[in-house]
């Protein structure tokens, strides 16, 4: 699933990075990181198919509107993406990062994909 979102995430976003994004990167940029999710067995007490992971994308930018219009992008892209379904977890969150000056909108995700 992170390969088909990786690639999901730089059709919005060329400069995507896992965790943090490297110190040089001009904004903006996206950083992923899975939040964990749910396990799901069977009766017989084997994995189902399905796999299901919470996914936390980040958005920098030097502007407040420029992440939150690159986040609504991204929320457009995954729910409509077929290589998996994935469910917004609420609306973004805005922050402000002192040190960098830069603006962020976080939101997490539950996605489903095969296992």
Request: proline share 7%; aromatic share 8%; with cysteine.
């Amino acid at each position: 699933m992170e390969v088909d979102l990786v690639a999901l995430l730089k059709t919005q976003c060329a400069q995507t990075f896992p965790d943090i994004a490297p110190q040089d990167v001009a904004p903006p940029y996206v950083t992923w990181q899975s939040l964990g999710g749910e396990s799901r067995y069977t009766l017989a007490n084997t994995p189902i198919d399905k796999r299901n992971t919470l996914m936390q994308i980040n958005v920098w930018s030097a502007t407040r509107k420029e992440a939150n219009t690159l986040a609504r992008a991204i929320e457009a892209a995954i729910t409509a993406s077929p290589a998996f379904v994935a469910t917004p977890e609420g609306e973004p969150a805005s922050i402000h990062e002192e040190d960098t000056g830069l603006y962020g909108a976080i939101q997490r995700y539950s996605i489903w994909s095969a296992r």
